[in-house]
């Protein structure tokens, strides 16, 4: 089994900053891929940021120049650094990862549960 667990979620202003962490855990031979989607009520999953296990990180128009992805290969976990957030970054945030469980013949996706962040003063 292949578990993605993320923390970091909560209540900021519009202005703060957070920062979300999620770690990947199981028989997983390979990550492709690792990244953020989130989900507003009454909206459809977006895609946040996605970072390849090269470094080459992608961004949504909307988080270019507030958010940050990085990701620590060796433990197989993946973070957002969250600025200047603003109400309309409120949403459910899911972990996401495009990985190879070990003796596989090929690559899934994978979702955590979701962190709740709430902008709001």
């Known amino acids: 089994q292949v578990r993605l667990v993320e923390s970091g979620g909560g209540l900021v202003q519009p202005g703060g900053s957070l920062r979300l962490s999620c770690a990947a855990s199981?028989?997983?031979?390979?990550?492709?891929?690792m990244g953020w989607y989130r989900q507003a009520p009454g909206k459809e999953r977006e895609l946040v940021a996605t970072?390849?296990?090269?470094?080459?990180?992608n961004y949504a128009d909307s988080v270019t120049g507030r958010f940050t992805i990085s990701g620590d290969n060796a433990n197989n976990m993946v973070y957002l650094s969250m600025n200047t957030l603003k109400p309309e970054d409120t949403a459910i945030y899911y972990c996401?990862?495009?990985?190879?469980?070990?003796?596989?013949?090929?690559?899934?996706?994978?979702w955590g549960q979701g962190t709740q962040v709430t902008v709001s003063s």
């Open positions: 996401y990862a495009y990985l190879r469980r070990t003796y596989a013949s090929r690559y899934d996706n994978y």
């Open positions: 199981g028989i997983i031979d390979n990550i492709n891929t």
């Open positions: 970072i390849s296990r090269g470094g080459i990180a």
